[in-house]
């Protein structure tokens, strides 16, 4: 089957894609990766395409591709390749060069810097280089691997050397491949003697193959050529592969090997081939001395038939088999051997010596030597092979060598896989221990390790692989007939900012022939009367377009750019000058979507007697505004344009910068309420590159700095004096605050010529002040009152920039999680006493005694940050967002959508580029639109009751006006990840925490998270936007790009595709977003990573307190569940087919709840939070002690009911208590015992996780039992840095005694290995608990 075939099974239109010259094997690998058959159409392809289920059918055994064909001119030649479609045919060639001696050359210049630059290890794979000077190899296996990668790799088995040392110098990769495509010949043809000698080439020798693909190899560079048919608008009938560098794993000598495969014995109508398609000739040249020697090498053809013998094949000396060695035990055997495969699926398998259902009784061992006899040939493979130790490099770490003479060479014995699996592996022999080398000398037919340890399968059939010299083959280079007309002025100057058409010509080829134009113009709309017709590249007909594009026009045009010879550098940035309608603003470039509305739907819904009517919300759109807008969308200018000139046969390639520059600019100043003086000041360039040059960004760890480089600010008025390194951290943040941090917001655009793969990139960027950012100084190392020094330091200016009249608050606005409320006013008192007046809103309630007048002339404002989904005495009641609604007289404001989510990338309808897994986190929404579209209508009433709200004047007695009314002098988000940071399981549970799904999502609507228009956002900080954290959690692009958005709505490369976005849009919006966005390229992801790095290191700041004089002790306590236990546990992990106390939570995925609850809940679990509560009151009767539980899969739940059956006294926060109760309660662990009545209350507070962030425990507690591990899925960073802040809660400064932090592991009732040891080896792993923290100095 075809690639394209899979893609139209897939339900993928082909002809639409921007397709190249790929490969069958990279068109059927879009084809399975595109995932969107659904399970019937998988097991139709599955049929069709499986090798024992197409022989069940004999009537289709030979398959017939005639009768799949199109109906054609050439229909009497049954699939052929005739000599009259090709494009050399009838033609006299001009003057060519030997391939061999222009090939001899280029190895000479280049061949050693073409196995320097090539893919050493697999970190190099997708476009990088490896950091690391050193690169490894594998001297028994050829495995290559830079230093850095052998932590991250097992390499114990393999005998490893340098190739590459800190004193070689590897060429860059993308300059090297500007070097090779100046090198190489564009077009290659046959010589005369290929069609007599070489059957399947009938035809070739009238066919140019022109150079299509530059690919960095492992070892080597490969160049590849293709042929086609009809001037490139029919099929492809052959390439050439050319490898510069090493020629095979291993091999010392560098050269050049070409290799030339003709595809007519698989595109013949009558009895195809079908399988691995094998190469018809090669010619390998090799280094001597110090060049390639060209006069011994000659072309080498395939033996007609390949040559059969047997080989007696004996091992000896066993050890431990694959399957072994990877954890196999007999149950394993027993159960394959159990199992009665039905007849029908079995009874045309091949005829095999080896059970091909079962494992071979010998199957736990394989032979260390392998003695080879048998061979008569005078380069016979006889000879004794030794198992080599190498694992993990090669197919199933199976690999024997026969060690090098001075009279053989090594040879090595392994499995050659069937990459296609269209039939089994096989066993080869050859001169290099890779099979991607193409080297066998011969095959083993139907041989596993297993036979040479059994006496009656010693003897194997084999059939030798010949290679025939062929003198007479010729291989010629062409000079292309077809020329690039050199531009006489920059084309820089010919850019007209004035005209928004100005496209001016980039480059023309000449020398097309009549019969190339037509093939180009075939798909093209021609009306005869026009000599220069424009070629469709990006609509219907643009993939098949593009394709011919690539084949007859890339190989030179991407020459001639490579030499340098454009009017243009690639990858300079060129300046643009303003045009008189601003960039970004242009309606034809970037054309505004037409404004959705919201229309109330009613609905009656009957239940018995009772009728219930409710109210939905849904978007409604004008149909003609939309339409009109799409055509607008579908008509605005390209930034490339590919036409012909029929009467002077050229092509013509235009250009227009302006195009990138409009819609680059349009993301940075739409949206955003920048006023005019903003848009007229932004840069915007351009520059031109290549898709093939653009190399993937480098991973690496977000490094937030301190602020040692800084000077100390002195602040009046504080009671005690600040830390050094807090003084520094206060001038930072004051440099900030006045404008003297800038940030380059950045924002690009790309366009791509498909076929030939030049990139037009347009990049807007304005230098900004900095609006805010984050402290996130370790935990206990005093952020607050830096945070409070900051507010002092700055009190006379916020005083004096108050308005009662205007709601201008001179007051520093404090966000905070509810339990955290009177902590930050006893900071306050602490470090100020009363210098600075503090107005506490803890409720509602609360906000109704004050007047506008005491807000604005109040120091610090202390809120909870999920004040806005505070609810009433009613479940339904929302108090706050009641109160906005009756001030502003607006639209009643919903309650927080409350669903479950799944996070991007999954949202639905739209893949969210450049993210990885980090973000999966994220708080979302599941992936359905009603979801969508609830967060989108809680969004715009919340929106439109502030914009009523502000239109409003309110006296500066009345009282209880909503603080979205207000302007503040800054905002402060304390514990800012705890509002952007929670998981799925986390929102579903969320009985026993205090900041809840509906919380969470009132509070980032509260924050403005998703808000770009910084004037339009609920809070308005007129200095900055703070964040205040211990644990960071920058370790991705989207959370940094988030966390900046937050913090003041600094723009970052990549802000205007954010998920944030996309979580809330119409199905119309994310249609629209694939239409006038596209995919992002290497270059862009790389500009995204750079952005948010310089973002870190400006922005944010974290500094490690001073050396805690006391000791941290961790305990663990393991108990082993009860065999009842056992049993649920054992029956919640059979979903996954799996019974073994020694799973893995990532083995379960999502269906990890049902085992984590059970153990959580586990009956030795809570005797062992008795003993340990017990022995600790035995030493210290009056201690108090904090226990944390995961609520997520129950732990605290089991928890709370241990502790409540067992009669103990002890504190806990939950729903039922207000924010103010909340406060008191955590105020009990707070300080120590002053009064009887201190000492008569409880001495055990239970938290959950959730609750462990802000509070300060350290003066009265220093005992801390986590009763289970964290766990909320697959984001161990996550879920170690909730550990980290619930034993921050006491370790920290201030504390007086060592502390001692208790867990609890559960294990198998024999004492097995289980889930709790799995989740606390990871959470307390070194790096993970260094991305947790951000990696700080």
């Known amino acids: 089957m075809m690639g394209f075939e899979k893609l139209l099974l897939q339900g993928i239109p082909f002809t639409r894609l921007a397709l190249g010259p790929e490969s069958e094997v990279q068109l059927s690998d879009l084809a399975g990766n595109a995932m969107s058959v659904p399970v019937i159409t998988a097991c139709m392809l599955a049929g069709i395409c499986s090798f024992q289920l197409r022989r069940e059918q004999k009537s289709i055994e030979k398959v017939t591709l005639r009768n799949f064909a199109l109906s054609q001119k050439y229909d009497h030649a049954n699939g052929s390749v005739l000599a009259e ?34 893919v050493l290890c697999n970190c190099e794979s997708s476009g990088q280089t490896s950091p690391d000077e050193k690169v490894l190899e594998c001297s028994d296996c050829g495995l290559g691997i830079c230093h ?40 290659l043809v046959l010589g005369k003697a290929w069609e007599d000698t070489i059957p399947e080439a009938t035809g070739l020798e009238s066919y140019s193959f022109q150079l299509q693909r530059v690919d960095r190899m492992r070892g080597h560079w490969l160049l590849t050529y293709g042929a086609w048919e009809d001037h490139g608008s029919g099929r492809q009938v052959a390439e050439i592969r050319v490898a510069l560098g090493q020629i095979g794993a291993l091999q010392k000598e560098l050269g050049v090997a070409a290799y030339v495969k003709c595809f007519s014995p698989a595109i013949r109508h009558d009895n195809p081939k079908r ?15 110090q060049s390639i020697d060209v006069e011994s090498a000659t072309w080498e053809v395939k033996g007609a038939k390949p040559t059969k013998s047997s080989l007696d094949i004996v091992g000896s000396d066993p050890t431990d088999s694959t399957r072994i060695q990877v954890g196999l035990n007999d149950d394993a055997a027993k159960a394959l051997k159990s199992h009665s495969a039905q007849k029908k699926f079995t009874k045309n398998f091949p005829k095999s010596r080896n059970s091909l259902l079962h494992y071979h009784k010998k199957w736990k061992t394989w032979p260390g030597t392998i003695v080879v006899s048998g061979d008569e040939n005078e380069a016979s493979v006889n000879g004794t092979y030794k198992k080599m130790s190498c694992e993990h490099s090669i197919v199933l770490s199976a690999l024997w060598r026969r060690d090098e003479t001075d009279d053989s060479p090594a040879l ?12 089994l592996d096989v066993a080869v022999i050859s001169t290099t221990p890779s099979y991607r080398d193409n080297m066998e000398i011969c095959e083993l037919k139907d041989w596993i390790p297993e036979n040479t340890l059994v006496e009656g399968t010693h003897s194997t059939n084999v059939r030798f692989l010949s290679w025939e010299p062929a003198p007479s083959l010729k291989l010629a280079v062409h000079e292309p007939t077809m020329a690039i007309e050199k531009r006489s002025k920059p084309f820089h100057d010919q850019v007209d900012t004035s005209k928004s058409d100005s496209s001016p010509i980039l480059c023309e080829m000449s020398g097309l022939s009549n019969e190339v134009m037509a093939s180009i113009l075939q798909n093209c709309t021609d009306d005869g009367n026009s000599d220069v017709v424009t070629i469709d590249l990006y609509r219907k007909m643009g993939s098949q377009n593009a394709k011919k594009l690539s084949i007859v026009a890339a190989p030179s045009l991407l020459k001639y750019a490579a030499e340098g010879l454009l009017p243009l550098d690639l990858l300079r940035w060129y300046k643009l000058a303003q045009p008189e309608k601003s960039f970004g603003l242009c309606e034809t470039n970037y054309p505004s979507r037409p404004v959705e509305k919201w229309t109330a739907v009613k609905s009656i819904a009957k239940r018995g007697k009772t009728t219930t009517e409710s109210v939905k919300y849904e978007r409604e759109f004008d149909a003609k505004e939309s339409s009109d807008f799409y055509q607008k969308l579908m008509n605005r200018p390209s930034a490339f344009e590919a036409s012909i000139n029929k009467a002077s046969g050229r092509l013509i390639i235009r250009m227009n910068p302006l195009v990138a520059g409009h819609q680059a600019a349009a993301h940075l100043v739409r949206g955003r309420g920048l006023g005019e003086d903003f848009v007229r000041s932004i840069d915007v360039s351009y520059s031109l590159s290549e898709l093939s040059r653009m190399g993937e960004p480098k991973t690496k760890e977000f490094h937030v700095p301190n602020s040692d480089a800084f000077e100390e600010t002195p602040v009046d008025g504080m009671e005690l004096p600040l830390y050094s390194r807090q003084a520094k951290a206060l001038t930072r943040m004051r440099d900030i605050e ?59 200016e916020a005083r004096a920039k108050r308005s009662v009249k205007d709601g201008k608050s001179g007051a520093t606005l404090i966000v905070v999680p509810p339990g955290l409320v009177r902590q930050w006013d006893d900071e306050r008192k602490k470090f100020t006493k009363n210098k600075l007046k503090s107005v506490i809103l803890d409720s509602t309630q609360s906000l109704q005694r004050y007047t506008v007048k005491e807000i604005c002339e109040a120091d610090m404002v202390i809120v909870p940050a999920g004040i806005i989904e505070e609810k009433g005495k009613k479940t339904k009641d929302r108090p706050y967002t009641e109160l906005l609604t009756n001030k502003a007289d607006g639209i009643k404001i919903p309650p927080a959508p409350s669903n479950g989510h799944a996070e991007a990338p999954t949202i639905e309808g739209s893949w969210v580029r450049n993210m990885q897994s980090g973000p999966s986190i994220y708080v979302g929404n599941t992936s359905e639109q009603k979801h969508r579209d609830e967060q989108a209508y809680y969004g715009h009433a919340y929106a439109e009751n502030i914009k009523k709200l502000r239109t409003k004047s309110f006296g500066p007695n009345e009282r209880a006006v909503p603080l979205e009314y207000f302007s503040w002098d800054r905002v402060i988000v304390d514990e800012c990840h705890e509002c952007l940071v929670s998981t799925k399981r986390q929102d579903q549970v969320s009985k026993d925490t205090d900041f809840k799904v509906q919380a969470r999502r009132g509070a980032r609507e509260f924050l403005g998270v998703g808000c770009t228009d910084a004037s339009s956002r609920p809070l308005l900080a007129r200095t900055a936007f703070w964040g205040l954290t211990g644990t960071p959690l920058l370790e991705t692009e989207a959370r940094v790009t988030e966390l900046a958005n937050l913090m003041g709505g600094t723009y970052l490369t990549g802000s205007a595709h954010h998920w944030r976005k996309e979580e809330r849009e119409s199905g119309r919006d994310i249609f629209l977003n694939q239409q006038e966005e596209g995919s992002k390229s290497r270059e862009y992801r790389c500009a995204i990573q750079e952005s948010c790095h310089t973002y870190v290191r400006e922005a944010c700041q974290r500094n490690r307190g001073e050396q805690l004089a006391v000791k941290l002790e961790r305990k663990q306590t393991f108990v082993n569940m009860s065999e009842s236990d056992g049993a649920k546990f054992l029956k919640a992990i059979k979903v996954v087919n799996l019974e073994s106390y020694s799973i893995r939570p990532d083995h379960l995925g999502e269906k990890a709840g049902d085992a984590l609850t059970v153990t959580a809940s586990s009956a030795a679990r809570r005797d062992a939070l008795f003993e340990i509560i017990d022995s600790i009151q035995k030493d210290e009767p009056h201690t108090k002690i904090i226990i944390f539980a995961n609520a997520v899969y129950g732990g605290h739940e089991s928890a709370l009911s241990a502790l409540k059956s067992s009669g103990r006294k002890f504190c806990h926060v939950d729903d039922s208590h207000s924010v103010l109760e909340q406060n008191e309660i955590i105020s009990w ?22 609750q462990a962030a802000g509070h300060n425990l350290q003066e009265a507690c220093h005992h801390v039992i986590m009763y289970d591990p964290m766990y909320s899925g697959s984001d161990a960073v996550a879920d170690a840095s909730v550990e980290e802040q619930a034993l921050g809660r006491v370790m920290r400064q201030g504390q007086r005694e060592d502390v001692t932090c208790y867990r609890i592991l559960v294990k198998g009732p024999n004492g097995e290995k289980c889930l709790d040891d799995c989740i606390v080896e990871r959470n307390l792993d070194e790096d993970v608990l260094r991305a947790a923290t951000s990696n700080f100095d």
């Open 1229 to 1250: 662990f707070r300080h120590t015992d002053a009064t009887e009545e201190d000492r008569a209350r409880p001495r055990i507070l239970l938290l959950s996780f959730n």
């Open 85 to 118: 479609r090709g494009d050399l045919y009838g033609a006299k060639l001009s003057t060519t060069k030997d391939f061999a001696e222009v090939f001899a050359k280029i190895g000479d210049n280049l061949a050693v810097d073409a196995f320097r630059c090539s």
């Open 275 to 289: 399988g691995v398609l094998g190469d018809s000739a090669r010619l390998i040249l090799r280094t001597k001395g």
């Open 412 to 423: 090595y014995l392994y499995l050659r896989p069937d990459v296609m699996r269209t039939d």
């Open 148 to 187: 850095a990668c052998t932590s991250r790799h097992q390499i114990g088995s393999h005998s490893l050397t340098e190739i590459i040392t800190s004193e070689t110098k590897r060429p860059n990769p993308h300059e090297f491949e500007m070097k090779l495509r100046c090198a190489a010949p564009s077009v």
């Open 738 to 796: 006045a404008g003297k941090v800038d940030f380059n917001e950045d924002e690009r655009s790309e366009h791509t010529l498909n076929g030939i793969g030049w990139c037009l990139i347009g990049k807007a960027s304005k230098m900004t002040p900095l609006k805010g950012g984050v402290l996130g100084d370790a935990i206990g190392s005093g952020k607050t009152v830096v945070t409070i020094a900051l507010i002092l330091s700055g009190i006379e």
